[in-house]
């Protein structure tokens, strides 16, 4: 377990690495306000977690340490959207639609109200400094 985290740790930090660089690159060659960084580092994690899971489902192309490497620490770290979107496709794939619905549903409405309101707890609690 301990080995698991370790390698899955070392993945995360080299993805999160790779999207900082990578954002500030995107932000360096288009001036714009749009999240044109964000949103070309979640696709290119969609497919690279699409890839490396369908790998590893293919059996003895990598052990399940390269896969944990991979997808939750490169993957992880570069963009959890990537997870997010493979296993709303395992859904899918499994005919669970109704799961599919409420994953979706409280993953885009209650994360984004979430995010909302702790900008206006903050905001709240900073008015009072």
């Given amino acids: 377990?301990?080995?698991?985290?370790?390698?899955?740790?070392i993945g995360g930090f080299i993805g999160t690495a790779a999207r900082?660089?990578?954002s500030q690159y995107i932000h360096k060659i288009f001036l714009t306000n749009f999240p044109l960084g964000t949103l070309i580092i979640n696709l290119i994690g969609c497919f690279l977690i699409g890839i490396i899971i369908e790998l590893f489902n293919k059996g003895n192309i990598m052990s399940p340490e390269v896969n944990i490497f991979l997808?939750?620490?490169i993957c992880g770290g570069?963009?959890?959207?990537?997870?997010?979107?493979?296993?709303?496709?395992?859904?899918?794939?499994?005919?669970?639609?109704?799961?599919?619905i409420i994953y979706l549903?409280?993953?885009i409405f209650i994360g984004l109200s979430l995010t909302l309101a702790g900008k206006y707890l903050v905001?709240?609690?900073w008015s009072f400094k």
């Fill in 1 to 9: 377990m301990f080995k698991n985290i370790v390698i899955a740790g």
């Fill in 20 to 22: 900082y660089v990578l």
């Fill in 71 to 73: 997808t939750v620490g």
């Fill in 78 to 100: 570069f963009t959890t959207f990537s997870t997010f979107s493979y296993d709303s496709i395992n859904m899918i794939n499994e005919y669970e639609y109704i799961n599919l």
């Fill in 105 to 107: 549903g409280i993953s």
């Fill in 123 to 125: 905001n709240y609690l």
